[in-house]
């Protein structure tokens, strides 16, 4: 095996430092930009009557919008459960987590991801963090949050390939360019094709490069921890892989997230006129959730506007995308807030009866960071 400090290289995930200071200035960031977007963008593209349309908005058509993100996040939470905690994953460790447990990472990673975007690291790092603390190794961590993603990201990569190549050819109504449809799909194929080929990776891969190597020099060091971490990628793709084969239900929570989440966008389109045809708005929301890649929180700026490019490269109107999508993103953003900022505090809590020590000769794991009015530093 590799030694402990190329092990542990391999899975340090991302370090986020959540201190009070940190947090409200990502909050005025955040309300910021949502300022200048609410209320500055529709100005600036000449959309005078943008709010006139808001102020009309249907409100059955946002009540069930509200409705449906709610559904997309317990769609998150029994995906979460069925990769970490159900009788099929068998994972070590994982005993502590149940309903409510769950329900509280998946809800503060929720909003971790909504205030600190990066393609979600905020979210990852809290996720992590708390497992750990559970009780769970690093490579189980690793490899289950591996997983998880290798499902949700199967599904959006899917869909890119899916709706892009149907929308090109008219298989599905609508129509658009070569780039805002093939482009997609292509990259969708390219990143399923490299996942699978990191699911092939043998067994022996780590094992091998540690025996023909020394920790001494730092090639050596080096090629250890990529083969670590290329083991524990592959390990975690083939996890998914297995879960999928065990056709447990759950799973669909992996489909669920994406498409009530969609369905609110849709539904916001509703609510303040027509909507454009089904396979646009998906394709047009994933290529804007590409702007979650951008450090920005939450997303904002970058995912809007990208899906109202998207649109406008449709051919959809663009004062009816900036509604919708502003409108969307006012749910999508801010909705998870709240609850998901009350149990990031419930899972401190939680944290800390974890490590209360049950008996006298019980040992209490390390102190938690932030234990005396700073927030924790997840690692």
């Not at 996040?73 to 009788?87: D, E, G, I, M």
């Not at 043998?202 to 490069?209: I, L």
């Not at 997230?257 to 909507?275: M, T």
């Not at 663009?318 to 900022?341: C, D, H, K, N, Q």
């Amino acid at each position: 095996m590799a030694d402990d400090r190329a092990i542990e290289a391999a899975h340090d995930l991302p370090r986020v430092r959540f201190t009070k200071g940190r947090l409200l200035a990502f909050l005025v960031v955040a309300v910021s930009v949502a300022l200048f977007l609410y209320f500055v963008l529709p100005k600036l593209l000449g959309l005078q009557q943008t709010w006139n349309r808001v102020a009309r908005g249907d409100p059955w058509w946002l009540g069930l919008a509200a409705v449906l993100e709610v559904l997309s996040f317990a769609c998150y939470v029994v995906l979460f459960r069925a990769v970490f905690t159900s009788p099929s994953a068998r994972v070590p460790g994982a005993a502590r987590i149940g309903r409510r447990e769950s329900y509280q990472i998946t809800m503060a990673s929720l909003a971790a991801t909504r205030l600190f975007a990066a393609a979600g690291a905020g979210g990852i790092a809290l996720t992590a963090w708390a497992l750990r603390r559970a009780g769970l190794g690093p490579r189980a961590v690793a490899a289950r949050m591996l997983a998880f993603l290798t499902l949700l990201y199967g599904v959006y990569m899917a869909t890119f390939v899916v709706t892009g190549v149907g929308l090109y050819t008219g298989a599905f109504p609508g129509s658009g360019p070569f780039a805002i449809t093939i482009g997609p799909a292509i990259l969708g194929g390219v990143v399923i094709v490299l996942f699978l080929a990191v699911a092939s990776l043998p067994a022996g891969f780590e094992a091998s490069v540690t025996r023909w190597t020394t920790a001494e020099r730092w090639l050596g060091r080096t090629a250890r921890w990529v083969a670590a971490l290329s083991a524990t990628a592959a390990t975690g793709v083939r996890t998914a892989l297995d879960l999928v084969r065990s056709r447990n239900p759950a799973l669909l929570g992996a489909v669920g997230w994406w498409a009530f989440d969609i369905a609110v966008l849709w539904a916001c389109f509703h609510a303040f006129g027509s909507a454009p045809p089904e396979a646009v708005i998906v394709l047009a929301y994933f290529v804007g959730m590409l702007g979650n890649t951008l450090p920005l929180p939450g997303g904002i700026g970058g995912v809007d506007g990208g899906m109202i490019g998207a649109f406008t490269a449709f051919g959809v109107n663009v004062e009816a995308s900036v509604v919708a999508v502003l409108a969307y993103r006012a749910f999508a953003f801010w909705l998870p807030t709240i609850p998901g900022t009350v149990a990031y505090f419930q899972l401190r809590r939680t944290v800390h009866r974890w490590r209360t020590p049950r008996s006298p000769t019980a040992v209490a794991p390390p102190e938690l960071p932030g234990a005396c009015g700073e927030l924790p530093s997840y690692t």
